[in-house]
Every structure is written in structure tokens, then in C-alpha cells.
């Protein structure tokens, strides 16, 4: 509401609310002496005030005190009602005097809090009643039994004021933090992706270095024997160191944008909620009847999370695609502790893998993803790659189980001194 109506301008917005709280106040009932009505409108002004705490409350109560009146007097004299000057000074009254004490006793003060306002508001709402009344019956008031019903109904009117306010308020502090929450999730899941890429990056830069020295070597060899061939070697050779610069170049850029080692360790029990929340935001996109369970034993912090988030949501996504097929899935995650390591048992009940294939899977290039129309082949980073992340970064290793038709089962076990390392 306060986001919605700080898009008006100031002099829009007293507008809007002066109008709002002309037409509640018409939802009223007389109590307690004649002419004094308990009506709607006190319980919109103070959410208002609360929502708009940049605009000066003397002149949004100003504008409300003459609109509101002015309504109120004008259905009195449609009606032939009588008194109707003493009822629209003393609702003018009102208005004026709930401002001026708003402005001295909140506003102005500053160090705004919900609990001052709460106390507030019913302070502004108990003497402008009083106000009313004293303009009403000339300054004579009744017993003591009087006053106690007033600030009874002006406490009642402040709750339910407040607890819409305050309400409302939180609501949207949770939404806001919901939204902010599932963008630092995708941000750690495209960090992570763009780590990865980069860790392989700079282990090919070994095999391109490798390369252009075969070549400058086959220059060298040639250098008598075939002068063309040399100098077509040593032209490949200056090609590759010309590839070499551009590809340090570009994992300098990516690293320096995702420099992950600056980020705090996290939690594995915070690691497995982004990785899971990834993985049921794709079962909803593709339309997949697949129910994930999840076991977890284990709360450790990890130093290197976003190899953790590579690792698991590899694993993940291989068995969502293994029961894409299915007209029901089962995705279960046991994560538990073994002596000094860490498990992480990833089963599905999806279509399985033949011997042939279970021998193949950890080799380079492997891969049974490709699309059929087109020829594409898959780009990910396959179980060769999860392999050599596992063994090179956590010292650990990986397995396969599996049976054709009644799904895989993937264990890892990764040292817990690795995945603890740095995060102490």
C-alpha cells in the first residue's frame, strides 16, 4: 500500500486520502451523547499516516478535516438534520486536533517506532474525541464513566488500526525477503556454473600450452628438412600462444565478476536448500511428476560451496532426466556421516543403465544426451567432470549402481577435513 501510494505525487496522495477518509467516515453509529459519532475513519487515517510518514500530517489532517466536514454537513443538510454547524465544526475539530497532536507528539520527533506509534494514536484519538465533544456540548462533559468509554473505543480503534498496519507492513518485509532470498539463490547457482567453467578453463590452458610447445618442437624438427612445413609450424605455434592470451583473458574477466572466494562458507544444510530449490523450480517447469525426499544427517560448513552446488546439481539434474519418461518418479537424497567423510547417496527410480553403459559413463566425452532431431549433443558437464571435481577438489569418490528399468544410485564420499578446509 505504502510502496503503491508513494508513486503519487504529495498533493495526489492527501487527495486520495482525504477522499478515502470522507467516504469511511459516513460508516459511523451514534454513541454516548447526541451527535457524537464513532465512525470508520479514524481506523484509515492512522494506516495512512504510517505509510506515508513523508508527508507533513498537519497538512494531509488539514485537507482531511475540510473534506471529510464539508461531506458530512452537506448529508446533514440533505437530510434537514439539525445542528449542523456545531456537528461540522466539531468534527472539523477532530481532524485538526488529531493532527497537531500527531505532529508534536511522532512526527516531528523523529526515531519512529512502531510501539511510539501504537501509544501515539491512541493519545490522538482519545483528545480529539475529547476535543469533539468539548466543541459539541460547550465544554460540558459527563462523568467519569465517560471518559473511560472514550478511551476504550479509542484503544479498540487503535489495535485494529495498527494490526493492519503492522500487518500489512510485515507482509510485505516477508515477500521482500522471500524475493531477495530466491535472487541470492540464483546468483550462488549462476556463480557456481561460472566457477566451474572457469576451474575447467584453466586446466585446458595446460593442454593448449601443451600443444603450441608440439608445435614450436615440430618447427624445430623441420627447420632443414622442410623449411614450408617448419614455418607452417611455427605459425600454428604463434596461433595457439594468440588463443593461450585470449583464453587467460577471458577466465581473468569471469573470475574477477564471480570471485566466489571473497563469499563467507556456508552452511551444507543452506547449500542443499538453493540446490533443492533449483531442482523444484525445473520439476515445475517441465511439467514432471516427480517427488523429491530428503534425508540430510549431516550440518557442516563448507569452504568451497560452489563446487558443492556444481556436484549436487549435476547429480540432481542427471536424475530428473533419467525419469523424464516417467508417469512417476522418486528422487532420494540421503546425506549422511561416515567416520571422518561425508555421503551423499543420490538414488531415482528412472530407466537405468545397461553394464556397457555404467563402464563408459566416467569416460571423456561420454555422453547419451543429444537430441535427436537436431544432432546437439548435451552440454554439461557430464560425470567425467563431476568425477575429476570430486577427486581433485573434496579428494573423494564417486559410484554407480545401477539396474535397466528400476533406476541408478549415485554415492560420493567426500572427506569432511576437504570440505571443511578454510571454513574454520
Same mark, same amino acid.
Not at 506515508?52 to 438534520?81: C, E, K, M, Q, Y
Not at 466543541?135 to 472514550?150: C, E, K, P, S
Not at 566451474?196 to 610447445?213: G, L, S, T
Not at 632443414?224 to 574477466?253: C, F, M, W
Given at each position: ?6 508513486? =503519487? ?21 451514534? !454513541? ?5 459519532? $464513532? ?15 513523508? %508527508? +507533513? ?9 475540510? #473534506? ?15 445542528? !449542523? ?20 507528539? *511522532? ?33 460540558? =462533559? ?21 494490526? =493492519? #498496519? =503492522? ?17 541470492? *539463490? ?35 624438427? %623441420? ?41 563467507? #562458507? ?16 525445473? !520439476? ?5 511428476? !516427480? ?14 560451496? *560452489? ?63 543429444? +537430441?535427436?532431431?537436431?544432432?546437439? $549433443? ?35 564420499? %567426500? ?10
Amino acid at each position: 500500500m505504502g510502496l503503491r501510494m508513494n508513486r =503519487f505525487g504529495r498533493w495526489q496522495r492527501i487527495l486520495v486520502v482525504a477522499m478515502c477518509v470522507a467516504l469511511a467516515s459516513q460508516v459511523n453509529f451514534e !454513541i454516548l451523547t447526541p451527535g457524537f459519532i $464513532v465512525a470508520l475513519s479514524p481506523l484509515l487515517l492512522p494506516v495512512f499516516l504510517y505509510f506515508n510518514t513523508d %508527508l +507533513n500530517p498537519l497538512r494531509l489532517v488539514g485537507v482531511v478535516a475540510l #473534506a471529510s466536514p464539508i461531506f458530512r454537513g452537506l448529508l446533514l443538510w440533505l437530510s434537514h438534520s439539525g445542528q !449542523i454547524g456545531t456537528l461540522t465544526l466539531s468534527d472539523i475539530g477532530f481532524y485538526i486536533c488529531y493532527g497537531v497532536l500527531y505532529y508534536w507528539l *511522532y512526527w516531528r520527533r523523529g526515531g519512529w517506532n512502531n510501539l511510539t506509534f501504537f501509544c501515539t494514536i491512541v493519545l490522538c484519538d482519545y483528545g480529539a474525541n475529547l476535543f469533539e465533544i468539548a466543541i459539541m456540548n460547550h465544554g460540558d =462533559f459527563a462523568d467519569y464513566r465517560f471518559f473511560q468509554l472514550l478511551f476504550i473505543v479509542a484503544l479498540i480503534r487503535t489495535i485494529l488500526s495498527c494490526v =493492519f #498496519a =503492522f500487518g500489512y507492513h510485515y507482509l510485505n518485509l516477508m515477500m521482500r525477503k522471500e524475493q531477495h532470498e530466491k535472487q541470492y *539463490y540464483q546468483f550462488v547457482l549462476v556463480a557456481a556454473a561460472v566457477k566451474n567453467e572457469v576451474y575447467f578453463m584453466q586446466k585446458n590452458v595446460a593442454e593448449i600450452e601443451r600443444i603450441m610447445q608440439n608445435a614450436y618442437v615440430l618447427n624445430q624438427t %623441420l627447420k632443414e628438412e622442410n623449411p614450408a612445413a617448419s614455418q607452417r609450424a611455427l605459425e600454428i605455434a604463434r596461433d595457439v600462444h594468440e588463443i593461450k592470451k585470449n583464453y587467460r583473458n577471458v577466465i581473468t574477466g569471469l573470475g574477477g565478476q564471480f570471485d566466489l572466494g571473497q563469499m563467507q #562458507a556456508m552452511h551444507l544444510t543452506e547449500i542443499l536448500r538453493i540446490v533443492l530449490s533449483d531442482l523444484r523450480t525445473t !520439476i515445475k517447469e517441465q511439467h514432471l511428476n !516427480i517427488v523429491v525426499q530428503v534425508q540430510n544427517e549431516v550440518d557442516v560448513m563448507v569452504a568451497k560451496h *560452489y563446487v558443492l552446488v556444481t556436484i549436487l546439481s549435476n547429480l540432481l539434474l542427471n536424475g530428473l532426466e533419467a525419469m523424464a519418461d516417467q508417469k512417476f518418479g522418486r528422487l532420494q537424497i540421503n546425506i549422511s556421516r561416515q567416520n571422518n567423510e561425508i555421503i551423499l547417496e543420490i538414488a531415482d527410480n528412472g530407466m537405468g543403465m545397461t553394464t556397457a553403459v555404467q563402464a563408459a559413463i566416467f569416460q571423456p566425452g561420454f555422453t547419451t544426451k543429444y +537430441n535427436v532431431q537436431t544432432g546437439d $549433443v548435451y552440454r554439461g558437464i557430464g560425470l567425467y567432470h563431476t568425477k575429476q571435481i570430486v577427486e581433485e577438489q573434496f579428494k573423494g569418490q564417486i559410484m554407480v549402481q545401477s539396474v535397466p528399468k528400476e533406476g541408478t544410485t549415485v554415492t560420493v564420499h %567426500l572427506l569432511q577435513g576437504q570440505l571443511e578446509d578454510e571454513a574454520q
